[in-house]
């Protein structure tokens, strides 16, 4: 969901890790016991500071505000449970005709108690409503969802927190403003903070799944097999918060809402989703924290997502 050069700016190497992950009172975030009924509660939760915040809009540190609220606590379990039955229900309703999932075996070997990066190939708006969908109908294990978004729609008008509420139980969190085709520079300062948050994310907190897409935008090729290239924000993210990374590949779904529907009863293309095995990433995470290796993360990253897609030609061919 993150377009192209969202994080562009913020590639460079971070000055010091322990400093990244510091709350907005200065202490450094201190761990807590998991616990064993439900999603370990996060750790000290990063605040942005003045500074940050002064870059916004009224309205947007208004909707920050909103949805950073419901991305914590006893809010963020309800809204997860909200996505868990009419969210992924409807999409089920929707898709049940269609959807093909490949792998789902990957994604539950992995260790349930630390943040899972889920980095898949980008072609609709509904790439990440589907794989939830898979993950809420088809694994028992707790998960609570966040998808990083460009804030100028949800976050700039009260249309954009609508469609956050009822499409993404405000799970399109944290928001980026300075990136994209018309580039705002002065709330780079603001993204910062939402780079360090997701970091945060993506280091702590049983349950947490973060979608991430590396292309940064959607590739609109009619060739489902074609990728754009990777941007360097998955490998600055994965190089600070070293988190489990699954590839996904996603292939079938279309951006117009009601043919999507509509094609699960009139003969719509099927929707296949594989999910790969999780990546060693253990060789990047011993280089250097340079630009350089971020580029080679993410074009790994996506020659594993590309590896997915070889795997889905192969099953089409065959039927």
């Not at 000290?44 to 009224?58: D, H, K, N, T």
């Not at 609570?144 to 799970?171: D, E, H, I, K, T």
């Amino acid at each position: 969901m993150l377009r192209r050069s969202l994080l562009e700016d913020l590639s460079q190497p971070s000055t010091g890790k322990p400093e990244a992950f510091r709350t907005s009172g200065g202490e450094a975030a201190s761990k807590r016991p998991p616990e064993a009924s439900q999603p370990r509660t996060e750790f000290e939760i990063l605040e942005p500071g003045l500074e940050e915040l002064a870059v916004l809009s009224s309205f947007e540190r208004f909707a920050f505000s909103v949805t950073h609220r419901m991305n914590q606590g006893g809010w963020k379990r309800f809204w997860t449970w909200c996505q868990s039955v009419f969210g992924a229900g409807w999409i089920q309703i929707s898709t049940y005709n269609l959807m093909r999932v490949y792998g789902l075996e990957n994604i539950e070997a992995v260790d349930h108690d630390r943040p899972i990066l889920l980095v898949a190939n980008h072609r609709s708006f509904f790439d990440l409503f589907t794989v939830s969908t898979v993950l809420f109908r088809r694994t028992s294990w707790p998960k609570r969802l966040f998808f990083p978004v460009r804030g100028r729609f949800f976050y700039q008008s009260l249309a954009g927190m609508f469609v956050n509420l009822v499409m993404g139980w405000w799970s399109m969190y944290p928001p980026f403003f300075s990136g994209g085709d018309k580039p705002i520079p002065e709330k780079r300062e603001f993204d910062k903070y939402s780079f360090r948050r997701l970091s945060q994310l993506c280091r702590e907190g049983a349950g947490n799944l973060i979608g991430f897409h590396p292309e940064g935008t959607r590739n609109k090729s009619e060739d489902p097999y074609s990728y754009l290239r990777p941007q360097p924000g998955v490998g600055k993210l994965i190089k600070d918060a070293n988190p489990q990374v699954v590839p996904i590949f996603i292939a079938g779904l279309g951006n117009k809402l009601a043919k999507q529907v509509l094609g699960n009863w009139f003969g719509g293309e099927p929707i296949r989703i594989h999910f790969g095995k999780q990546l060693d990433l253990s060789e990047f995470m011993a280089k250097k924290d340079h630009v350089r290796t971020y580029k080679e993360i993410g074009e790994f990253v996506m020659s594993k997502i590309a590896e997915l897609g070889e795997e889905d030609k192969r099953v089409m061919s065959n039927e």
